[in-house]
Each structure stands twice: as structure tokens, then as C-alpha cells.
């Protein structure tokens, strides 16, 4: 008789270790969806989300920052090992059902007043009772440290603007701990009160008040104009380790569900315990310190202002215009206003006759005020942008005197992900804390499950190179990366050909350049402070960067081009002398003489790209005072990519050595790492021909003097030659493509061609010195 397989039990598969990830990490989740269909009638959950298939993959997308597709895919180890206890109920447009999807003809109500573009929710699942049990417990046996998720938060406090938010998570726990447990509030602080007595009691300028509690302001969540404390938010200032439990805790799960809720809402214990904890913090003391640190660097240069004030040329302007007669004797007070008059009497704008100022030239009168108000109104509003968004330089102390706030920290055991997890394991082990002052960034675990951290300053440089074939994992490992130097205040350049390398949660300021951009800058810019850059030097550069690129440029055409530019420099008046530097040669005029020579057939494509105009320049001093910078060059055609890639560097290098070498005697790191800089199919800016000097050739070797590090990432590593290979401290070679591409890598590595070709994606062998590991990366969404 042939015996047939007893089928396991429910509480034989809740036990399997198998299953554990659907237990710990999904379970909860089901368990808030899952708000049961009284609920839902009862009105009490108009503004909470129905367990379908579609919001819960949504969820997990942005806990696990996995793919959706893949997500989709995991589940369905969900659904069948568990496929006994849920029911799956598919909607179609003429039937009605008590979760309504978005989009659906039969919503409810608020989904008709406020879903603006719809997303069908179609696969829905309905709990049994035994599934709805364990959901639901292991939900509450979460255990949620209060004190963990304060520290972490305090931890990603780097601007003013965060502290402002960190000042608004007290309000809406305030709020929250009188509501009930699982309540929704669609909307928290829609005008904002709370936060403008922080403001009106702050001692700051009642400019900054009015601009950060009025409409000038875009919520990144809600596109409104005021502060909204929103689940994407909360999820940056959180570090990774937490997320997943704050996640669950705020229930703000911003789905396929017809309204979104972009507010922080707990249970009553919970909000109360942080609520008694922030209450103690002197947010207003914090504020002050940190504005008045700001404004007084930002003050402390000249060329940064004005600051709220518009200066007096354009001020006078500006009353002339506003004014059916302007008098002198309305100004005669203020020797600021009287200059200015005399500067635009002397070139003919301006006159007075008698008592009032009259304008004798009406066109040169609206071109100077449009140019003036242009150059006013984008320093003030940058200014602004600053005082919020500029890293805090004492941050690190902030959360040193916060930690006195908060209880001691429970041990909190993580929770173990299965060896093949289908759902990206939320909760890794938590990272001892970075010694004070110095860089430690976190790569990956080797087998025998060390961490392995890159302390650049501890080598000889902060030289960088990644190499491996196409999907091996070199792009999530810059991500990585990035966000470790973001969390630890340190400014990043990214330069991005595809468009890929940009990390989520971390502070960008991102510039796309395509045809006609708004965005530019120009090789042709001098400045007296930089006296690397002379006039022969931004030509030669020029004709460099032209020559790599554009190779059907024989010698006779540089020879022109070169000749052109020159001449363009002596017209504009600016000579070796530094004092004449000061005049600007627009790349308008070189290009005007380049379509008036042979020269034109050459460099059409420069010009149709319009690549050094535009309305806002990219400057060198934004980019080394900003967190993250993300040059995103996908929009260009290839050599247009790698021209302004390598004059952009070139121009930043020189700004760098301008700035001066490092301390030479014990360097702090933040001395010693100015700005790093990242390449992807950085091959593309490094020259193998010794007639031609590509950027990164040029200055590898000699610019960590200068406070830069290179983290370059290529295919082979035959893509560089020894004069860059020979001053890369750290070096990590990932999965191959090929047998070809195996056999070419391990020709430098030695670790044999099969290892190469059989490592799994975000594996290599990273080589410092002498010594080889092999390492896992800890991706993004473990961190």
C-alpha cells in the first residue's frame, strides 16, 4: 500500500526555518493591511489600505528597495506554501467589494474626491482565522526600542531643515499619543502653528521666518507648501537598521489605496515615550546655534550676498522703477544708493536734473535691472536654500548631548534571514559607532561573516577602483558607498553616464545636462583666486579635452581653434595680468567665431548642444560645500559626455590645488578628504595614448594632495595603465562577464579565472596591499 504524504500543519510551517523571513517580516505587515471588512464599512479606516496583492508588493518595494517584479516573484513562495489559509478574490470593474481599489468605478467617496491618477489594485487577499491570529501576533510581538529609533534619527540630523522636521515628529507625537492605537489623521499641522511659534521664538531673521512657514516651500511628500513630517522623510533620517520597525509602527504605508497618509502616526504608549524623550531636546537653543553658524559663513564672503537684501544697484533700480518720480532727497541719506547712481551716471543709464532722477536710456536701463534682478533674487533664494540644507558642522555633538536624554539601549537580537532570503533581510547586526573624526565606510562581510570597512585614511590614499562585467553589482556598490560618505558629511561628486548612480535616501543636488539645458558651465571662466587657471592654460585644456574626443581634428584645425580662443581672450581684454581675469569670455563668442570658420563642420555638435550655455552655472564652490552632486550626462551623445566630464574635472582640480595641499603632519580625515569623486565607465576619461593626457591620467597621482579621492569604476582593469593603477590604494574586482574578460583580470588579481566567472552578484575580491578577501557587499536596502 503506497503511503501518502501527510500535509504539514500550520503550526509546522509557521516553525520551518524555511519560513522564518514570511514570519518576521511579512506576517506584520498582512496583519496591518489586513483592517477587516467592519472596519472598512464603520468608516473609522476611510483613510487606510486594503490587502491587495499590488499594495502589499508596493510596500515591501519600499522597505526592501528590492525591484516590484521581484518582489512579485517571492511571493509566490508565500502563496503557496501558505495557500490554505487565504482565499484570493479577484475584483473586476463591474463588481463591488468592501476593499475598494484605486481607480476603481465603484470607489467610495473620498476615492472619487481625491484619487488623481488611478493604479488598479485587482488581486486581493482575504485571511482566515489561523493566518489572522498569527498575523496579528506577531505584530505585537514586535519589539519596537523607542530609544534605537531616537538615536538613529538623531544621528541623520546634518541640516537645519532636519532638525525642523525632527521638531515636527514632537508635534505629531504630541498629537498621536491622545489617539486611538491604529487610528489614522490624514493631515497634521495643515497650518503649520506649531511650527511657527518654534520660528516666531527662534532669534532669526524675519525673513528666514516668513520663508519657511510660508509658500516658498515644497513639501518633498505632499507637494505642498508648508513642513510635512512624511513617511519618505522619516524613512531618511533613519538609519537602515531601523527602518523596517518604524515602518510598522508609523502604519504610514503610502500605497494603491485611494488617499495617501503623509503623517506620522503611533500607538498611544509609543508616541507618548517619544514625545516625553524630543520634549526634552532644546530644539530652540539647536535652531539658533545652527541658523547663526550658517548665516555667519555665509556672510563671511562677499561674493555670497546679499543675503536677504538686495544690493544697492539693483535696490535703486528697483525704487526708480516703482517710483512715478524719484528724488534725490528720498536717497540722500543713504551713501550706498548714492553711489550706485554715480556708477550708472558714468555709464549713461541715469541722470539728475535738478532734484529727481530721470533714465536716459530706457533700454540699457530694463537690460541692467533684469540682469541685476536676475543675479539678486537667485543669491537670495540660494542663501535661503543654504540655511536649511547646509550640513552641520557640530552634528556630531548634537547627538552626543542627546544621548544623555535617552535611556540606555536594550540588546536587540536581529533577526536572521534564511539562506536564500526571497525578501531582502530588513534588521542586520548594528554597526559599532565611528570613532570621532574619522572615516569608516562599511563595504560587505566576508565568509566567515566579518565586516570589512574601508578606512581610507589609514592608506596611502583614497583612491578607489571597482571592476567587474555588467551586472555583477559595481553600481549598488557606489550607491552604497555614497550613502556612507553622505551620512558622514562628507561632499561627493557623482559623474553618471546612464543615469544609474544616484542612491536613494541621500541629499542630491542633481543637474541633467541635455541639449539646451538650463544648466552650464563655462571652460572659459577665470578667477583671480585661481591662479593655476591662466588664459593659455584654459585654452590648452580646451584643445586637449577636443583632441581626446574629437580625434578628426587634425593639427591644423587646433592650431585654429587654439588661435581663435586667444584672440577671443585679448577682445575680451583678459591677459596673463590677474586683475583682468575678472572680465568673463562667454563661450558665445568663441562660438561665434567657430561658425565663422572652417572650423564649423568640426564642432557642429558643440555647438547644436548649446553645452557651456545655459541660465544656471554649476559652480566648483556649490559642489565641494554639498553633500552629493549628481552630474547626469545620459541625455548627451558620447563624446559630449566625456568633453565636459573632463574639462569639468580639469577645472576642479585646478580649484582644489588653488585651495592649497592638506596638512602635511596628521591630517584629520575631514582635512585630509575634500571632496570624493566617482566615475562609472570612468575607462571612458583615461587615455591610453602617451601623446594625449586624459583628465584622470593627468592628475591621479598628484591630487590626493589636494584633498581628492577617486573612486573609479570600469569593465577591465587593462582600462587603466600603470600610472593610475600604481596610486589606487584599494582595489575590488567583482563577477566576470566572460571567459575573456576572467582571463584579463586575473592576469593583475592571481585568484584563478573559474573564481572570477563564478562569484554571485555583489561578491569580489577586494585587494589592499598584499591582501586578498573575498567579500558580499551589504547592499542599500540591509543597511
Given at each position: 500500500m503506497i503511503k501518502m504524504p501527510v500535509e504539514p500543519s500550520f503550526q509546522t510551517l509557521i516553525e520551518d526555518e524555511k519560513n522564518e523571513w514570511i514570519c518576521k517580516n511579512l506576517f506584520p505587515l498582512l496583519s496591518i493591511l489586513n483592517i477587516g471588512e467592519g472596519a472598512f464599512q464603520s468608516g473609522r479606516f476611510n483613510f487606510t489600505f486594503p490587502l491587495s496583492k499590488e499594495n502589499l508588493i508596493e510596500n515591501l518595494n519600499r522597505i526592501t528597495n528590492k525591484h516590484?517584479?521581484?518582489?512579485?516573484?517571492?511571493?509566490?513562495?508565500?502563496?503557496?506554501?501558505?495557500?490554505?489559509?487565504?482565499?484570493?478574490?479577484?475584483?473586476?470593474?463591474?463588481?463591488?467589494?468592501?476593499?475598494?481599489?484605486?481607480g476603481s468605478k465603484n470607489s467610495y467617496w473620498h476615492a472619487i474626491d481625491h484619487c488623481n491618477s488611478s493604479k488598479d489594485s485587482e488581486i486581493f487577499y482575504i485571511l482566515k482565522d489561523q493566518l489572522t491570529n498569527e498575523s496579528r501576533k506577531d505584530l505585537e510581538n514586535l519589539k519596537f526600542n523607542p530609544d534605537l529609533i531616537l538615536k538613529s534619527i538623531i544621528q541623520n540630523v546634518r541640516s537645519i531643515e532636519d532638525l525642523l522636521y525632527l521638531a515636527i515628529l514632537k508635534f505629531a507625537t504630541l498629537e498621536n499619543q491622545y489617539r486611538e492605537k491604529y487610528a489614522f489623521r490624514h493631515d497634521l499641522g495643515e497650518e503649520g502653528n506649531d511650527l511657527n511659534i518654534l520660528l516666531l521664538e527662534s532669534e532669526i531673521d524675519e525673513e528666514l521666518t516668513e520663508y519657511f512657514s510660508s509658500g516658498k516651500i515644497i513639501d518633498y511628500e505632499s507637494g505642498k507648501h508648508n513642513f510635512k513630517l512624511g513617511l519618505n522623510r522619516l524613512l531618511r533620517l533613519l538609519g537602515k537598521t531601523n527602518q523596517y520597525y518604524a515602518t510598522l509602527y508609523t502604519h504610514s504605508f503610502v500605497g494603491t489605496s485611494c488617499v495617501k497618509v503623509p503623517n506620522i502616526l503611533l500607538e498611544q504608549n509609543i508616541a507618548k515615550e517619544i514625545y516625553e524623550k524630543l520634549d526634552r531636546f532644546p530644539f530652540e537653543k539647536w535652531f539658533n546655534d545652527s541658523y547663526n553658524e550658517i548665516k555667519n559663513e555665509i556672510?563671511?564672503?562677499?561674493?555670497?550676498?546679499?543675503?536677504?537684501?538686495?544690493?544697492?544697484?539693483?535696490?535703486?533700480?528697483?525704487?526708480?522703477?516703482?517710483?512715478s518720480q524719484p528724488c534725490i532727497f528720498d536717497i540722500e541719506d543713504d551713501q550706498e544708493l548714492i553711489q550706485a547712481l554715480d556708477s550708472f551716471k558714468k555709464s549713461k543709464i541715469l541722470n539728475q536734473e535738478g532734484d529727481n532722477i530721470v533714465i536716459i536710456n530706457e533700454i540699457k536701463f530694463n537690460e541692467k535691472f533684469n540682469q541685476l534682478k536676475s543675479k539678486d533674487i537667485s543669491k537670495i533664494e540660494k542663501n535661503k536654500r543654504k540655511l536649511l540644507t547646509r550640513w552641520l558642522k557640530w552634528r556630531s555633538d548634537l547627538f552626543i548631548e542627546s544621548l544623555g536624554a535617552l535611556t540606555e539601549e536594550p540588546t536587540i537580537t536581529p533577526i536572521s534571514p534564511p539562506l536564500?532570503?526571497?525578501?531582502?533581510?530588513?534588521?542586520?547586526?548594528?554597526?559599532?559607532?565611528?570613532?570621532?573624526?574619522?572615516?569608516?565606510?562599511?563595504?560587505?562581510?566576508?565568509?566567515?561573516?566579518?565586516?570589512?570597512?574601508?578606512?581610507?585614511?589609514?592608506?596611502?590614499?583614497?583612491?578607489?577602483?571597482?571592476?567587474?562585467?555588467?551586472?555583477?553589482?559595481?553600481?549598488?556598490?557606489?550607491?552604497?558607498?555614497?550613502?556612507?560618505l553622505d551620512k558622514q558629511g562628507y561632499p561627493v561628486l557623482l559623474i553618471d553616464f546612464h543615469g544609474d548612480m544616484a542612491c536613494k535616501n541621500c541629499r542630491i543636488l542633481s543637474y541633467k545636462l541635455k541639449e539646451g539645458s538650463e544648466f552650464y558651465f563655462n571652460p572659459f571662466e577665470l578667477n583671480p583666486k585661481f591662479k593655476e587657471i591662466t588664459p593659455l592654460r584654459a585654452t590648452d585644456d580646451f584643445i586637449d579635452a577636443i583632441n581626446i574626443n574629437f580625434p578628426s581634428l587634425g593639427i591644423q584645425q587646433r592650431d585654429a581653434l587654439r588661435n581663435i580662443i586667444l584672440k577671443a581672450f585679448s577682445q575680451e581684454n583678459i591677459t596673463r595680468e590677474e586683475e583682468t581675469w575678472k572680465n568673463e569670455l562667454k563661450f558665445e563668442i568663441v562660438e561665434n567665431k567657430i561658425k565663422n570658420s572652417n572650423l564649423k563642420a568640426y564642432l557642429n555638435m558643440i555647438i547644436d548642444y548649446e553645452l557651456f550655455k545655459g541660465n544656471k552655472k554649476i559652480t566648483i564652490k556649490d559642489i565641494l560645500e554639498n553633500n552629493i552632486t549628481h552630474l547626469n550626462l545620459t541625455a548627451l551623445p558620447e563624446s559630449l559626455k566625456f568633453l565636459f566630464s573632463d574639462l569639468f574635472l580639469r577645472k576642479l582640480f585646478y580649484s582644489l590645488q588653488s585651495i592649497g595641499e592638506i596638512p602635511p603632519i596628521n591630517p584629520k580625515d575631514k582635512e585630509k578628504f575634500r571632496i570624493f569623486i566617482i566615475v562609472d565607465e570612468a575607462k571612458l576619461l583615461v587615455s591610453q595614448n602617451q601623446r594625449t593626457k586624459a583628465v584622470l591620467n593627468k592628475y591621479a597621482s598628484e591630487i590626493r594632495k589636494y584633498g581628492a579621492s577617486l573612486i573609479l569604476a570600469s569593465q577591465l582593469i587593462s582600462h587603466f595603465n600603470e600610472e593610475i593603477l600604481s596610486n589606487i590604494s584599494l582595489k575590488m574586482c567583482m563577477k566576470a562577464e566572460n571567459k575573456e574578460q576572467a582571463k584579463i583580470n586575473d592576469k593583475y588579481f592571481g585568484v584563478g579565472r573559474e573564481l572570477l566567472l563564478n562569484l554571485k552578484l555583489g561578491e569580489g575580491i577586494l585587494v589592499i596591499g598584499d591582501t586578498k578577501n573575498k567579500i558580499k557587499i551589504i547592499p542599500s536596502w540591509e543597511r
Open positions: 516590484q517584479k521581484l518582489i512579485n516573484k517571492e511571493l509566490s513562495k508565500f502563496d503557496e506554501v501558505f495557500k490554505k489559509y487565504f482565499d484570493i478574490k479577484i475584483i473586476s470593474n463591474d463588481e463591488k467589494y468592501k476593499h475598494v481599489p484605486r556672510i563671511g564672503d562677499e561674493n555670497n550676498l546679499p543675503l536677504f537684501e538686495y544690493q544697492s544697484r539693483f535696490k535703486l533700480l528697483k525704487w526708480i522703477s516703482e517710483s536564500e532570503p526571497l525578501i531582502a533581510p530588513i534588521s542586520p547586526p548594528l554597526e559599532p559607532p565611528i570613532e570621532q573624526g574619522a572615516l569608516k565606510i562599511l563595504l560587505g562581510r566576508s565568509d566567515q561573516n566579518t565586516r570589512n570597512f574601508w578606512e581610507p585614511g589609514s592608506l596611502n590614499n583614497g583612491h578607489f577602483i571597482i571592476l567587474g562585467g555588467s551586472g555583477a553589482g559595481k553600481t549598488e556598490l557606489i550607491r552604497c558607498i555614497t550613502s556612507e
